[in-house]
């Protein structure tokens, strides 16, 4: 028999700024290779380390393929294999007996975005659940905080094309590491900087982009809104604004020159850690080098200050009229222009009055202290949060509940799934249908399916339809194909969708929103800002409104929204864990620990993978050289990092990559037995807090003290 | 963990691989390219272009070429940079068939 291999269109299913095209090879039915495509604009056919094995992932044999029931103890990953029809019996029979005796909102879903597809990503279970009337997640793990920031000085901006930034000057990157988390930004970075650009990277941790930077600041984390407001002071003093732009864009600009006054260079400099000569040099070259572009990383909101912060970093751009350049202004979220119903993807129709809300920060806290009704059962997909949500002892904890029901949809039997009472097997990307939107470029990617889905796995739409008939709902929109559902769910009368088409889009693999020309575009050279005032607000006038989360990250719900009072003036507020706020906490743990994202792993994706393991090693605790002689540590010693939340272990990495009192450690990790490395244990959230930021509800994973001790040889 | 360019590099100068690379991290001198394994990002776009197989994932190094590893590492920062495609050396097609790879492999 000869063998038939054809080649398919893909997307990268992945929460990645790059959504990169795929190219899937298909050998006699069975996926051999997964490529880019390099005709992409930005992904350019190239992958990443993370994503180059797609193919062995898809064939990994630890896949999880039929359903499965729990037979150890809670957390022990002893399951035995059940039929579908078995499964959601007991899915049934649970979940009734859960709503007649507490109702509906004792069930909640526990998910986010494993998997970024419209179809099968972070809504995909919203409509189900609202017609379930269960409790409503809230999801603001990731860039909600910054993007409220923002939109409270710029509103609901396109922000500047990454492919435009080849005509940048001056490129700031802010609190990201383009390298690691984002690679196919780079090249236009590369271009910029071969025309003259200047590349500056702040991060606490000199990171690989750090390194190939033109300059790396260190930051004391969570300070940032000081250095920021610190820019503007010497900005506005030196008389270094755009004077006109300011007038004709801005509001509130008198007031912000009062609050920049309060930030004078010695003072950013002892709050931030960044010499004063050094600071005034940023502030100098920023405001002289237009087009100047704000990179802004998702990191930059991850702790109490993370909303102000963005928000104060937005205010720059008019202050300097970068926005009059192509190339200049605030790179951040690139998802405005991707034109969603998201009310037909979420069903908020649907929620029922007096709907309960829980963020999923606060998930161990929840599953352990809810009352009226209790959590009783919880389904959890396209998360993995008892590696990767704080606080991870409560949560882990909460899932031990002998009278809690966990249902878990999965690919792998995760840290997480070990605490399933029910498994579900799910697709992997080229073993189904979905469309992709990016927060990092403005292509939609189409993903075909490419191959038939292994044992009985399926993806997340089929789930929800079966679910749908199980729990006898019978409205038209759970019989759609996934087709009818893309058609449904794009909103193609949008001007942004001009030109696109569903059957081009699924023979190209992939079409630009039409938000204009990269190399003509300048989206707020007049003004024409998407706030209240039509201008950049130094000022905001949607702050007297209070914070929120836009509904797409709460099931399309906007009631009971957390409000409360916001700052109408960007500010800067000292981290909840430092010196300033806990005097007595930071005493018993000095040291400030950040969690970023690792080079080889997807947050916990892949960090079951050899290739993966195998590059990314150990976990490791990356310390300063003066903190570590202050501890009796050398590098490569064991050391076991806690605080009063819980504890986890790494090996030592002594070096000035760090500055004294700041330690870091990338997530991702696994425990070994359900296919991590080494013997490490806990994870790096063990002494994450359940506290949330002041904007947006985004998470504080940078905001944590902890304390570093040797382990002893046993 | 990052990519090696090992001796198959020697006399070719075909480099496809210099321009694919997002990061610019190859550098050469007048025989061959060598990978600056702080600036490379482990993606691999490189190691399907090169013609006579000359990259690998320092990791999957086999025993002999082992050494490639740390000749790149010293070399390569003393080197310029090189990103964009050179003039073939004298004898290169040659060399690649005589090591057994054609265009199309």
Partial sequence: MTNVTTTVRGACPQDCPDTCAFIYTVEDGKLKDVKGDPDHPVTRGRLCTKLNDFAAHHNNPDRILYPMKRTGPKGSGEFKRISWDEALEEIKSRWTGIIDEFGPQAIMPVHYLGHQGVLNGLTAGDAFFNRLGSTIAEKTFCGVGREIGTHLSIGGSTGVDPESLVHSKYIILWAVNTLSSGSHHWPFIEEARRNGAKVVVIDPLKSRTAVQSDWHIPIRPGTDAALALGMMNIIISEGLTDAEYIAQHTEGFEELAERAAEYPVDKVSSITGIPEADILTLAREYAGNNPSVIRQGVAIERHRNGGQTARAISCLPALIGAWRHVGGGNLGLTLAPFALDWDAMCRPDWIKEGARVINLHNLGSALNELSDPPLKSVMIYNINPVVQSPNTEMIKKGLSREDLFVVSSELFLTDTAAYADIILPATMQAEQTDVMFSWGHFYWTYNHKAVEAPGEAIPNTELFRRLAELMGFDEPEWKRTDEEMIRDYLDWDSPFMEGITLEDLQKNGYAKVAAGDKDTRTPHAEGNFDTPSGKCEFKSNLAADGTFVPPPFRAGYNGQQLAGYIDPLPGYTPPFESPESAPELSEKFPLNIISPKSHGFLNSQYANEFKQLRREGEPIVIMNPADAKQRGIEDGDAVSVFNDRGSFTGAAKVTDDTMKGVIASFHGHWQKKTGGNGSHKGSVNAVSSERMANLGSAPTYSDILVEVTKISAV | ?105
């Fill in chain 2, 1 to 105: 963990m990052p990519f090696v360019v090992t001796d198959n590099c020697t006399g070719c100068r075909f480099t496809d691989c210099v321009e694919v690379c997002p990061v610019s991290c190859f550098h050469g001198d007048d025989d061959r390219v060598y990978i600056d394994p702080v600036a490379c990002i482990d993606c691999a776009a490189c190691v399907p272009l090169c013609p006579v197989q000359a990259i690998y994932e320092d990791l999957d190094l086999p025993e002999e070429k082992e050494h490639w590893t740390e000749v790149n590492a010293e070399k390569a920062p003393t080197l310029p940079k090189i990103i964009k495609k050179q003039p073939l050396l004298e004898g290169a097609e040659e060399r690649m068939e005589a090591l057994g790879f054609s265009r199309d492999n």
